[in-house]
């Protein structure tokens, strides 16, 4: 792992849009990987607490796609962060920062918190707005003029324009863009062969496409043949330094301990985990061993830890059931007292049943799909000590899920959210749907790892 000092340089760009479904993630996926077959080091960050868009930043970049999100690790780490993703494994040429949902929607309630503008303005990065053109043409021009003039600490360099229907539509919205001053940068024409396919809760994770690679050779011709890449990254250049160290994990991690071996889940149906916290649990000693409950025979040798992070368990559920033989093994290693972290999906392959289908069952825990998605962004307190927390204790996370457990928290529960209690804990198991980033609370992985390491 890199821990090198803050590059003096690190040209970049924010490509954010005025509202979600703009094509965000297609213009920023297409861009890293148009860039990166120029020669290019390009380092793919995410606003926001998503998983899936960084999957096809690292598919593109071809190296971790990072997250930046103040409310999950605090302001003040999103630059060490951004720096820590441009420096590693291999110093970039170029940082291109996705944003989430509209320019100025954050967190609700909270002004703007954690929004894409949010995250820019922190950054100092330079922002390019992705327009859809599909449903509009001339008022265009007034949402890009608004979009760059409605927070004086945001600096809108550029558009692109996506969903092209014809070269007259392209013509008239060039001109009412032409009226604020900002260049177009580009146009994209409609193509469904470059459309990430979705389902109940968003994008179908990189992962779990069989064409992705090929959808994304093709989304990288049109965006080399249809947008100025000298243009992008003339305005990337203008950039301000950033005066920050990187991030590492072995700066915030007080305690190393002596090993363990943690078993961490992944394949199709566990595709969500930071990629900071395999780093922070290396950085604590573990010796962080990835295997696929899909179709893996066991854990791998000398577990001494289990982390089941998030993911897609309900459209996996047939064949994670039939791998009984892991499932078994599972069940008895966390009965049994083996430290385990369960995030979401991780809770659910550990319930007994999910929609009726046979889990590991080492949770006495009923869980189904639910009418209504659930999504917050919460204030998570620990209601008492267990294998990651000490009572009293609070931390940052976000929930996205479409599923619901039978009890709803065990005895001692995991966390307590607006007063509720949810999720199940002891001194060896915290199990809940709370997604949290370590690099914001690094203790947790310190205790996970020194539990791991007595194994």
């Not at 945001?154 to 009226?179: C, F, H, K, M, Y």
């Not at 825990?365 to 962004?377: C, D, G, I, Q, S």
Request: proline letters at 7%; a negative charge; charged letters at 20%.
């Amino acid at each position: 792992m890199v821990t090198a000092p803050a590059p003096a340089r690190l040209p970049r760009l924010v490509i954010a849009a005025p509202a979600t479904g703009s094509g965000k993630t297609t213009v920023s996926t297409g861009l890293m990987a148009a860039l990166r077959r120029r020669g290019l080091e390009v380092s793919g960050h995410k606003v926001g607490p998503d998983y899936i868009d960084p999957g096809y930043h690292a598919l593109a970049c071809g190296r971790p796609g990072r997250n930046l999100d103040p409310h999950l690790v605090g302001e003040a780490l999103v630059v060490p962060l951004l720096v820590h993703g441009a420096v590693t494994p291999r110093p970039a040429d170029v940082a291109v920062i996705e944003g989430v949902m509209g320019l100025f929607d954050g967190r609700i309630g909270g002004d703007g918190f954690s929004s894409t503008a949010h995250v820019a303005a922190l950054t100092r990065t330079p922002v390019v707005l992705v327009v859809d053109v599909a449903r509009s043409s001339r008022s265009l021009g007034a949402v890009v003029h608004g979009m760059a003039t409605w927070d004086a600490s945001i600096d809108v360099v550029g558009v692109i324009l996506n969903q092209v229907g014809s070269p007259r539509l392209e013509t008239e919205v060039r001109s009412a863009v032409a009226r604020t001053g900002l260049p177009v940068l580009g146009a994209l024409p409609r193509d469904e062969a470059i459309s990430a396919p979705s389902r109940h809760l968003g994008l179908v994770p990189a992962d779990e496409r069989e064409l992705s690679a090929s959808a994304l050779d093709r989304l990288a011709d049109q965006v080399a043949a249809h947008v100025d890449l000298d243009a992008v990254l003339a305005l990337a250049a203008t950039a301000p330094d950033l005066d920050a160290t990187a991030w590492s994990a072995s700066s915030v991690v007080t305690h190393h301990q002596r090993g363990g071996v943690i078993a961490m889940a992944g394949g199709r149906a566990f595709t969500f985990t930071y990629a900071e916290t395999e780093e922070l649990l290396r950085a604590a000693g573990g010796e962080v061993v990835r295997f696929d409950p899909m179709t893996d025979a066991g854990l791998p040798a000398g577990t001494t830890g289990l982390y089941l992070g998030g993911g897609f368990p309900e459209m996996h559920a047939g064949d994670l059931s039939g791998n009984t033989a892991l499932m078994r093994e599972v069940r008895d290693a966390v009965r049994d007292g083996l430290p385990t972290v369960a995030e979401c999906a991780g809770l659910l392959y550990l319930a007994r049943s999910l929609d009726g289908v046979a889990m590991a069952g080492a949770l006495d825990v009923e869980a189904a799909m639910a009418p209504r998605l659930t999504l917050r962004y919460p204030v998570a307190h620990a209601p008492g000590d267990s294998l990651l927390t000490r009572r009293g204790e609070q931390v940052t996370g976000h929930e996205f899920h479409r599923t619901t457990t039978l009890p709803a928290a065990g005895p001692t529960p995991a966390w307590t959210i607006d007063g509720a209690p949810t999720g199940f804990a002891s001194p060896t198991l915290h199990a809940s749907y709370l997604h949290t980033h370590w690099a914001g609370h690094p203790l947790l992985a310190e205790r996970f790892a020194e539990a791991c390491s007595r194994g």
